[in-house]
């Protein structure tokens, strides 16, 4: 388990998540409120998904313009990609992430955890306890501790 975990709150932006992401190499983090409870989550999988969807709704004709041809903070010259890039970048976490998620406790069985998290395909499950989020487990924490002499 990580306790020092990477949150998000519901206001930021999908912008923020993406660079919380990058700076702190995840690949997803809980969202929490002002007292540090568990509201969802959100992965690169929902951000990346929501530029798949804005992509397929522009229907570009030029195959060399798409949705990931420009960084999206640098000036885009085409409006609609520009406009796109904007509302993707200012969608809030609370509205993309997953209300629903596993979550554990830190006395819970890691064989348990290990095992929910395969039959529900989730790479990673927040830990709560009396509600607060307390840690993390991920896939590769979990992989991590197989073997102990890593060199």
Do not use: W
Not at 52 to 74: F, G, I, S
Not at 129 to 134: A, D, I, M, T, Y
């Amino acid at each position: 388990m990580t306790t020092q975990v990477v949150t998000l709150s519901g206001n930021d932006t999908v912008k923020d998540a993406t660079i919380k992401f990058a700076v702190d190499n995840v690949s997803g983090a809980p969202v929490v409120d002002d007292d540090y409870r568990l509201i969802g989550i959100i992965s690169d999988s929902d951000i990346l998904s929501l530029i798949v969807k804005y992509d397929k709704k522009l229907n570009l004709e030029d195959p060399d313009l798409h949705m990931l041809a420009t960084p999206m903070d640098e000036n885009i010259d085409d409006e609609t990609l520009r406009n796109a890039s904007r509302e993707i970048s200012e969608t809030k976490v609370s509205d993309l992430m997953s209300r629903t998620v596993l979550t554990t406790s830190p006395d819970s069985r890691i064989m348990d955890v290990l095992t929910a998290m395969i039959n529900m395909d989730v790479n990673r499950v927040p830990v709560l306890e009396k509600g607060v989020l307390v840690g993390i487990v991920t896939r590769c924490d979990i992989v991590f501790s197989i073997y102990k002499r890593k060199i």
